[in-house]
Structures are given as C-alpha cells and as structure tokens.
C-alpha cells in the first residue's frame, strides 16, 4: 500500500500540468480505496490480480476500448515488474518506467554501501517523467475520501491539530503491525509506551490496522495501563482514515500506515527496524522523527522478513519504550 500512496504526488502534478488531460490510473485491485476519491484521476482501472479470469490482456483491451480503440499518448510504470510490462505492451505511443535502483539496493542491503545521495521514492517517482514539463509540486501524497470529494477540497490541508503548548489531552495514533516480523516493533514495548503517554502527557493512543493486526492489539491492551481505544481491525481504508483524523500525531513502523498518516498529513514518530531511510522510503511531506539503532547489520533486506537473519533482532530489541517517548515529547514540544 506504502508504494500505491507514495504514487499519489505524481498523478496530482501531472493533472497540475495537463488539466484537460484524461489521467487514468490502474492499480490491484486491493489498494483501489487509496484512489477512489481522488478527482486526478480520470478513470481507475481495477486489477484482481489474484483472479485467473482477470487476466492482462482483457484489462488492456477494456482500456483501450474505453479510448476508441486507441492508445494513451503516454504510460508511466511505476512497477516495472513482470506483469506491469505484459499490460503496458502496446497500450501507448511512449512509455516511461521506473528506474528501482536495484544494484543500489543489493549494495545496500548486502554490502552495506550507503548511496551518496538518497532520493526520496516520491523523487523516483517524478523522475520517471522528467522529459515532460511539469508544474512546481513539493507536497506530500493524498489519500482522498469520499467526503473530501464532496466537499471539494482536501480535508487534512485545512486541519488545524492541537499540540502540548495550545493545552488540551492529545490523541496518538499507534500503528503496531506490519507485514514483515522484522518491522515490527515488539507489543510489549508499545504496551509500555502507552502506559507512559496516558501517565506523562495525559494521552490517549488509538490503535489502527487492519484484521492481522489485532493479535498484536491484543497483546498491547491486555499488558498496558494506558487510555487505549481500539480501531485496529479496519477492513477498510475509510475506516482507518476516520481514526487517524481524529489524531494529532502518529507513532508507527516503517508500514503502509505510516504513509498513510502522512498523506492524512499527520506529524509521524517512526520506529524502524531492519530497514532504513537510506531505501527512500522514510515519512514523506510531514514533520517526522525516525527511532533507530545504528548496526552493522541493517538494513537486512529492503522489504522485510520473516525473522532476524542474525537471531538476536537487536535493530528492534535495542529500542526502548523511554527512548520512543523521548522522542515522541521532544518533537512535539
């Protein structure tokens, strides 16, 4: 989900630069919630990639049947894999791709070399379409709602959120889960961090996730004195929006939530593990604080895993609940 929203800053700019132009854009069928609403998009193309009748030539077809038989002046592939290129075939006169970087990430991930310069996957993104005039647009991704359409503007641009100085409790999104084990913070640490929000600042943390993530909001409540409310568990994007709306800061791992708060435009306090800013994908166009440990080790992969490679999972072990706090008081103060 992380790469669907963080896709979001160039489809705004492009319709910036080309505001009668039709701007379709074509995503699994899963992450179709992040483009709903957003009135960039011309057309969203569903794709269950998981249905064996749902195939990519049929998909092209009803694309360019709904073109009049033609192409698309331009296709950006922002995926460059297998099934991106079987369904980009023949579906425009030009085609520009996404440059992944990849002996970048091995030398990364496996020798531990740092690039000399780190672009931001929102800047990758961008340059893929680097020969074609476009509009000054710095800002972050969006994720729109249905009520942000109707209203005609975006929501969280307008937002003013409270903070310690202005007085009042605050409302802490925590965001524990994650796909990858190696991501993920341990519960036990959030448990205590929760306690700690409710006892030093007077918060209140809200849980958000989705249905894999309420074992680990279990675990949190059952070993957390904290004032905790629970809307982990969302099968639905529009659900977890609401509860991150209702929030002024969010405390996450490197997830998809994390984006996700950050197109909600809401300060983000990282906690990351086996992965690293250095892979382009740290908290884009908000206010935020990474927690890490420097190790020889990370990161480990540049997507995740299922378990520590070194079996001691210090990038995460090594992180206290204090140390988040700190954090979390210093950035907001």
């Not at 969203?44 to 192409?71: F, I, N, Y």
């Not at 929501?155 to 999104?173: H, N, V």
């Not at 925590?174 to 640490?189: C, D, L, N, S, Y």
């Not at 994007?237 to 435009?265: E, K």
């Amino acid at each position: 989900m992380g790469d669907v929203i963080l896709a979001s800053p160039l489809v705004r700019q492009l319709r910036r630069s080309y505001p009668d132009a039709r701007i379709d854009v074509c995503v699994q069928e899963r992450f179709a919630e992040v483009w709903r609403f957003d009135p960039n998009v011309s057309t969203l193309w569903e794709w269950d990639v998981h249905d064996p009748d749902a195939t990519a030539d049929d998909l092209k077809l009803s694309m360019r049947e709904s073109l009049g038989g033609g192409q698309y002046d331009l296709v950006v592939d922002l995926q460059n894999n297998v099934r991106s290129r079987i369904l980009r075939k023949g579906l425009g006169r030009d085609l520009v791709m996404l440059d992944k970087h990849r002996l970048e990430k091995l030398a990364l991930v496996y020798l531990k070399r740092k690039p000399d310069v780190v672009m931001p996957i929102v800047d990758r993104y961008r340059a893929t379409v680097a020969a074609y005039p476009l509009a000054l647009d710095v800002a972050g991704p969006d994720v729109w709602t249905e009520q942000d359409r109707v209203q005609g503007y975006y929501g969280p641009d307008t937002r003013q959120r409270r903070s310690i100085s202005t007085g009042g409790p605050l409302r802490i999104a925590i965001a524990p889960g994650a796909q990858h084990f190696t991501k993920r913070w341990p519960a036990e640490r959030y448990a205590a961090l929760c306690t700690m929000l409710t006892q030093v600042m007077d918060a209140t943390c809200v849980l958000v996730g989705g249905p894999n993530d309420v074992a680990i909001g279990d675990e949190i409540v059952a070993h957390s004195s904290g004032r905790i409310e629970r809307a982990d568990g969302a099968t639905s994007l529009a659900s977890t929006i609401a509860a991150l709306d209702s929030c002024d800061l969010a405390v996450t791992n490197d997830t998809g939530v994390m984006h996700l708060a950050t197109a909600r435009r809401l300060p983000v306090v990282a906690v990351f593990g086996s992965s690293v800013s250095a892979l382009g994908f740290a908290p884009y166009g908000v206010p935020n604080t990474i927690v890490e440990v420097d190790l020889p080790c990370r990161p480990c992969s540049h997507i995740g895993r299922a378990s520590c490679p070194k079996h001691h999972f210090h990038c995460m072990t090594k992180i206290s609940a204090d140390r988040v706090l700190s954090a979390i008081t210093d950035f907001v103060n």
